[in-house]
């Protein structure tokens, strides 16, 4: 993939660029997607839904199938481990606006593992390729493509990615895209390429390279390595949304591209708040915005501190007139925003309780 690679298709769409944001439950609903394809994301997956019927009216499912004013395609991405109930899942989707359907095969969070989904899977082919073709034979009468995200396998022994891609291109599978670690690694360690390398190689449908980029020179060497259609970047975006336009930059011209003004990145901040408030209401919307200011601020002059402050607001109202004050200070001394040296490292992530469907009923009764 370069600049001027072909466009991307997945089954009749066709993809604004080569550069997409992950799926990352709990980050990634709606007002972050539009903020990140504001901010230069060709692609968006929603966060995982799961297949669990029981859980699909409640209040944390509805929010993730929220799809208002979104940019298409809408792509909605499902977990499970049954295959009838992963096809149910997809028609009920696909019923209610999704026009690609996802499967979830890289998540290694504990809940979700031991009920046998996400990348769990990965153990069990003969399950995975059941679940695989269940899906596609849900959604293909709809015309709606079906894409897998996996990671290299399920351990340092079991790199069983290529495999697992063949029979899913095999089965119809439009996309596939692979995070470069294992299941057992969770987090941990590097991201390897030469397993997605190998995928890329093997497959002939559009492969999508996935871990740790965070620069535009690491997508760079992230595409030299793999050859990979596309590129899916999911912690780097964290608080740092503009990284997908400062990575199409680059590409395109090999300049990297100046940091967002202190005003602007003040304004989008601003507005992707209001966003954030207008889904979640004012309380949980003021609790679960903390996180997306952390990001915003924490490699900054300062941010760690603010970000102390900031979290024992307790009002939407209050979070956005410290927000804006605190960008005012700095753009006083600074026109972009001045990254301190540890800039741009991904921020870290244990696999929290976010990454599964089981606190739905938990949360609603916060709410
Ligand atoms: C907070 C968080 C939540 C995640 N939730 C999902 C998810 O719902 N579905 C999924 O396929 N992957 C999920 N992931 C994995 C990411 O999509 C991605 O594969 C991983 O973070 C590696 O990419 P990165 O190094 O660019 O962050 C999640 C990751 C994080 C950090």
New binding site residues.
Partial sequence: MTSAAPTLQIGSHTLANHLFV??????TDRPFRQLCRRMGAGYAVS??VTSRKELWNSLKTSRRANHEGEQGPIAV?I?GTDAPMMAEAAAYNIARGAEIIDI?M??PAKKVCSKWAGSALMQDEPLALQIIEAVVAAAAPQGVPVTL?MRTGWCESEKNAVRIALGAQAAGVAMVTV?GRTREQG?KGA?EYTTIAAVKAALRIPVVA????DSPQKAKEVLALTGADAL?????AQGRPWIFREIAHFLATGQELAAPTVAEASDWLVEHLLEHYSLYGSLTGMRTARKHIGWAVRDLPGGEDFRQTMNRLESCEAQIQALRQWFATLGADYERLPYLAKAHA?PT?AA?D??DDDDDSKQQQQE
């Fill in positions: 992950a799926p990352m439950a709990g980050v966060e995982m991405q977990a979830n890289g998540c995200k995070h987090y991201a996935n871990g740790d980029i899916m970047i999911g912690r780097a991904a992530m929290t976010d990454d």
